[in-house]
């Protein structure tokens, strides 16, 4: 590892040759070292990071694979890869080169990970993190083989059994409410479809009382013990949601109430503590079966489809990239439909 005394400067540079993950070669040179050995320590980690081949360990690649991801997507989506890889993948695979993981450990990990009791999402998660930055690192260090290939994949990505409240359960749920500002919180999940990220960024600024629409554009986020705004979970997120007359008068009571309400005054100055605890009381008072916060967003769809709203209405009031993403999560809703088709054809066929 060569380094070199600057006299003029009376510091230490190093100069060298590396080869980077397209096979090319070239030249680094870096100055401004203390230390004779800051530049040699410089230089092995230069190495280690831009160097790739299929003895890079996994860790240094997870690294890589986080820098790069950080500026091109949301904070919640790296914190997730970052908490996955941290504690449940790294531990494991981290100081294995990546030419030496092999199908074999990587069922054993697989097998280690179901018995650890997470739910098939969250085991379906990590699985997933896994494969996507194994293959980041054997694409940058020409790995051909691919270990992954045959292994199927563990836990459940997309879970149709969805839990939902018809109308009815809603209502016999939402008269225990007396809180205002947690009643409102709940009608605009259940009554317009939002995520709770989305309702909890909300501002006055959003409500269109006299066109009757509410924009989303923001999220709002917990990271790191932080509220973070960010975009919407897709493009498709930032909308414009049509709203009833009867939720327009209680947003409009709603607001009178707040203390200085401006177009920047956020809305729902709570946390996501403070929808779960009533819901969980509420809805047992109200001898209801349990089902999440999240679950409104998909009462909402169920309550739609049961009124005969196309999928791609849907799909823009909740905010979907694609209609597919719409019918592939609540397709299974609408097999009671396809009777009311037939008669239709039958009606029409006469």
């Not at 909402?300 to 823009?316: K, S």
Request: proline share 4%.
């Amino acid at each position: 590892m060569p380094t070199y005394k600057d006299p003029k400067r009376n510091t230490w540079y190093c100069k060298f040759m590396y080869t980077n993950w397209k096979g090319e070669r070239c030249q680094k040179l870096k100055r401004g070292f203390k230390l004779q050995r800051e530049a040699k320590q410089y230089e092995a980690e230069f190495i280690a990071k831009y160097q790739y081949d299929n003895q890079t360990t996994f860790k240094a690649i997870a690294n890589d694979y986080l820098e790069e991801i950080t500026p091109r997507r949301r904070q919640t989506t790296v914190h997730t890869y970052e908490n996955a890889l941290i504690h449940h993948i790294t531990p494991f695979f981290g100081n294995m080169a990546i030419g030496d993981i092999t199908e074999k450990n990587y069922i054993i990990w697989q097998n280690e990970l179901l018995q650890k009791g997470f739910s098939d999402i969250y085991t379906h998660k990590i699985d997933t993190v896994f494969r996507t930055v194994y293959k980041f690192g054997a694409k940058r260090c020409g790995v051909r083989e691919n270990p992954l290939e045959g292994v199927e994949k563990v836990g459940k990505g997309n879970v149709h059994s969805l839990n939902f409240w018809t109308l009815k359960e809603y209502n016999t749920f939402i008269q225990y409410i007396e809180s205002p500002v947690i009643h409102a919180a709940f009608d605009l999940l259940y009554y317009c479809g939002l995520r709770i990220g989305e309702l909890l960024a909300l501002t006055a600024g959003d409500v269109n009382l006299p066109g009757k629409t509410l924009s989303i554009n923001k999220s709002l986020q917990r990271v790191r013990r932080q509220d973070v705004i960010t975009p919407p979970k897709t493009e498709k997120g930032v909308r414009e949601i049509s709203l009833p007359d009867f939720l327009c008068k209680e947003l409009d009571e709603y607001m009178k109430m707040l203390y200085d309400c401006n177009g920047q005054t956020r809305l729902f100055e709570i946390s996501k503590n403070s929808l779960y605890y009533p819901m969980k009381k509420y809805s047992g008072m109200a001898g209801l079966k349990k089902i999440r916060v999240h679950d409104l967003r998909h009462s909402h769809v169920a309550l739609l489809i049961e009124q005969g709203v196309p999928p791609l209405v849907i799909a823009e009031r909740l905010g979907h990239e694609d209609v597919k993403v719409t019918l592939g999560t609540y397709g299974h809703l609408y097999p009671n439909k396809q009777r009311e088709v037939a008669d239709l054809l039958d009606r029409i066929s006469i």
